[in-house]
């Protein structure tokens, strides 16, 4: 069995399913798990974190005028 397998058979459940989810997830429930992180993280990791899902997300469209 592969080193990844029993780590991740050996993990509780939340953390198994969190990086089950993030793995084969779509990259909408990426984000929102990435989301959520960022909001709950206290002080410097959140703003970086929110800093980093700006960076990663979708181009902003500009309107022409």
Known sequence: MSTSVH???SAPVSI???ALSLRY???A???L???IVAVLA???RGER???VLRLLGPPQRRKRT
Do not use: D, E, N, T
Request: hydrophobic fraction near 65%; glycine fraction near 14%; avoid cysteine.
């Open 7 to 9: 780590v991740l058979l």
């Open 16 to 18: 198994a399913l969190m």
């Open 25 to 27: 997830g779509p990259s």
């Open 29 to 31: 429930l990426v984000f």
């Open 33 to 35: 798990i990435a989301g």
């Open 42 to 44: 206290p002080g410097k």
């Open 49 to 51: 974190a929110l800093a």
